[in-house]
């Protein structure tokens, strides 16, 4: 057996079988998933650790005389087996099941085979499937004159019928090196597949490989998406195998050798690979790889990787059969070689993308239900489970539908997520409802990066939207106007009006309560309407009337933006005579302007005097980055920068004209928003990572000098490329 960290088999349950007698005979084992271990890899085990698991065939074999035979004159190597997965991989806490039979025995001239087949269940169900088990015990001489595997791939052909769906999005790249496998197994596949993979720059939990020891390829030295002998696609990984590579130490005591598990897993990884390059994990952001279940893959090993010297290992991929779909799957030929020489095969095997959370189901308590209801929770858990989680555990049995391949739609992820918890709800779940009203909490916390990222002790513009926005867009999926539709949409918000801060929130409990006015059907879109009111103890903290809409997600793939006057979008680009970089020392100082995740300007345009008032104009620019925070946290498979941040990009704009115009001059702070001073906006498109820049263009149109403040009020539209998508109407700066 092998030793640590390779011994996988935590107890011996039973045994069965003469002893020496070499006959026939049956072991079960059982083994604790660590959640934590080395062979974990978001939560899950690796296809080929799972094969290790049932390493106990050799300790049966001993029992049953294998080593009166061998008397450390022979070695134990695996040659082949039927593998079939029947499910999803293992995970954490789970305990595996090895049920193992040796079936018989051969012997050819002096080397000595036995036959095995084994069952791994977890609780009742059976997970993995292993038939026509072969393995021996070899001598040196024997081992070093294998003639390895003799398959090849130009000698082989698909199997008829085998289907080759266009793939999604293929890279551009045709090799990958260190640093490009090293940014995939960290979760950023924009950086390793580059252009036109920029949506995958915003994933929560992107598709990957394992890291650490499971890291198991250092490049991937071809790729080519139509190539191979076969013409269906073709890749070929490469790895280092130095003298003092970690498995060697407890595979096995004094016969170091490198696992053929751990070929076959390495083998699997590039497939996974394949899949990514391909374009399949870009619009599957928290999906995972999984073997093919049910599918019988046959595993032949015909060499070994020894440290008596450093080796190369290449594992190609021979592309056979892409299938698109829900569940997008590629079946191909993986073969391994070490320096040359073939040492696995599997003719087969099949590997598909899941559905998975970066939340792992069951989204943590303590639990409480909502009244009148049966399974709706208003807990922090599971609204955090609306953010990132699965839907069930956010809305009960009424989003069971969204569990798998459908997507409903989300709140805001953390650091966006501002509920702390649902005190109440007047209708029914799944019952769109008149006049239904939701009461939520947020803590806001003291020290949160929000504070000091606005440079105040009051909660910012968009935050402070946020807080009053996210009730509604939980009401409208408590009510289920997704949920009720046999297609998948969005979620966006359209208007807010009749906007006012009547003072500033700071730390302590806001509660905000959302009245669901009317809503509107038609042309395929829902239109929903709020009325919102938040407090802070007694005080009123702001108020607004606000307006979303559910779409399909290729209605906003043609966004028209709002109408603007001929010349506008012309004059965005003529010179201003200040031009200015948004940290400028002449921008800095008190009173201060946003840094750090609410910094959403990179360069500021100002004309003096401009405008139509004649009090100033100025442009903002923002170069959109596809990794950006916000886009991971706004949404969850659907990224899109939320419109409180083009709010918040008008607001600071015109606190930067305000500064250059000196009209702040001696103040010591900027308001979140101008209190007293009602606001309202328009969204009529959104940002995505795929966008290159945003500008936000402000008129300042009145000037009102206060006791001890100057109150700034302006009118901005907000662009997105050379598309104007937002505009707001009376929002006030004040500085005092």
Not at 47 to 66: C, K, M, R
Not at 183 to 212: D, I, V
Not at 473 to 487: E, I, P, Q, T, V
Request: charged letters at 25%; hydrophobic letters at 40%; proline letters at 7%.
């Amino acid at each position: 057996m092998p030793e640590p960290p390779l011994l996988l088999a935590d107890r011996v349950m039973s045994i069965d079988g003469e002893p020496g007698t070499m006959g026939t005979g049956r072991i079960v084992t059982e083994t604790d998933v660590d959640p934590d271990a080395w062979y974990m890899h978001n939560g899950r085990m690796s296809p080929g650790v799972v094969i290790e698991f049932g390493q106990a065939d050799l300790l049966l074999a001993s029992w049953l005389g294998a080593d009166f035979s061998n008397r450390s004159q022979r070695v134990y190597r695996l040659l082949g087996c039927d593998l079939t997965f029947m499910g999803g991989l293992p995970q954490g806490g789970e305990t595996l099941h090895y049920d193992i039979h040796i079936d018989g025995h051969a012997k050819t001239g002096d080397t000595r085979l036995f036959f095995f087949h084994y069952d791994c269940y977890i609780g009742d169900r059976l997970a993995i499937s292993v038939r026509n088990g072969q393995a021996g015990f070899f001598s040196d001489e024997e081992l070093a004159n294998s003639d390895g595997v003799l398959w090849d791939a130009a000698d082989d052909a698909p199997r008829d019928g085998a289907r080759r769906d266009d793939p999604p999005q293929v890279t551009r790249k045709r090799s990958f090196d260190r640093t490009d496998i090293e940014a995939f197994t960290n979760g950023n596949s924009f950086a390793c597949f580059g252009t036109g993979f920029e949506m995958a720059a915003a994933h929560s939990r992107t598709p990957s490989l394992p890291k650490g020891k499971l890291r198991l390829f250092d490049e991937v030295a071809e790729f080519d998406p139509d190539g191979g002998p076969w013409g269906r696609g073709y890749l070929r990984a490469r790895a280092s195998v130095p003298t003092d590579a970690w498995f060697y130490d407890g595979h096995f005591k004094n016969d170091p050798c490198m696992p053929g598990t751990l070929m076959a897993d390495a083998a699997t990884q590039a497939l996974s690979f394949a899949m990514a390059a391909y374009g399949f994990t870009i619009e599957r952001d928290g999906w995972r790889f999984e073997p093919v279940p049910e599918e019988m893959a046959r595993f032949v090993c015909r060499g070994q990787v020894t440290p008596d010297a450093d080796h190369v290992l290449d594992y190609e991929v021979f592309v056979e059969e892409i299938i698109d779909g829900p569940t997008p799957t590629i079946f191909a030929s993986l073969l391994c070689s070490s320096d040359g020489f073939k040492v696995f095969h599997c003719r087969r095997f099949g590997m598909r993308l899941v559905p998975d959370w970066p939340m792992p189901p069951g989204a943590p308590g303590p639990v409480r239900i909502l009244e009148g209801t049966k399974d709706v929770r208003g807990d922090q858990g599971a609204l955090l489970a609306c953010g990132r989680g699965m839907p069930s555990d956010a809305f009960g049995a009424l989003y069971a539908p969204f569990d798998g391949a459908r997507r409903a739609p989300r709140l805001p992820d953390e650091p966006y997520h501002f509920m702390s918890r649902v005190l109440s709800v007047s209708s029914p779940p799944g019952v769109p409802t008149k006049d239904g009203v939701v009461v939520a909490e947020y803590d806001v916390p003291a020290g949160e990066w929000y504070f000091e990222a606005g440079r105040s002790d009051a909660v910012p513009l968009s935050v402070l939207i946020e807080i009053l926005l996210q009730p509604c867009g939980w009401l409208s999926s408590y009510n289920g106007f997704a949920a009720n539709r046999s297609d998948d949409v969005v979620f966006r918000n359209l208007d807010g009006g009749d906007i006012l801060l009547h003072r500033p929130a700071r730390v302590g409990t806001l509660r905000v309560t959302s009245r669901l006015e009317r809503f509107a059907e038609g042309g395929g879109s829902t239109i929903v309407f709020f009325e919102v009111v938040c407090t802070q103890g007694d005080d009123i903290v702001m108020t607004m009337k606000t307006a979303f809409g559910f779409f399909s997600p290729e209605a906003l793939k043609n966004q028209v933006g709002l109408r603007v006057e001929p010349g506008v979008l012309e004059a965005l680009s003529e010179p201003a005579p200040v031009t200015l970089s948004y940290r400028d020392t002449q921008l800095d100082g008190a009173p201060w302007l946003a840094q750090d995740r609410l910094q959403v300007i990179d360069r500021v345009n100002f004309w003096p005097g401009g405008g139509q008032a004649g009090l100033g104009r100025c442009v903002a620019e923002f170069d959109v980055r596809p990794e950006a925070w916000f886009f991971k946290a706004h949404f969850f498979q659907d990224p899109v920068q939320p419109g409180s941040l083009g709010l918040e990009a008008m607001q600071q704009a015109a606190r930067a004209a305000v500064r250059l115009s000196g009209l702040a001059d001696g103040a010591t702070a900027f308001e979140p928003v101008a209190s007293g001073q009602s606001f309202s906006w328009k969204f009529r498109g959104q940002v995505i990572p795929t966008n290159g820049r945003t500008r936000s263009e402000i008129e300042i149109q009145s000037v009102t000098q206060e006791d001890d403040a100057v109150l700034v009020v302006f009118n901005g539209r907000f662009w997105v490329d050379d598309l104007c998508i937002y505009e707001t109407i009376g929002m006030g700066v004040r500085a005092r």
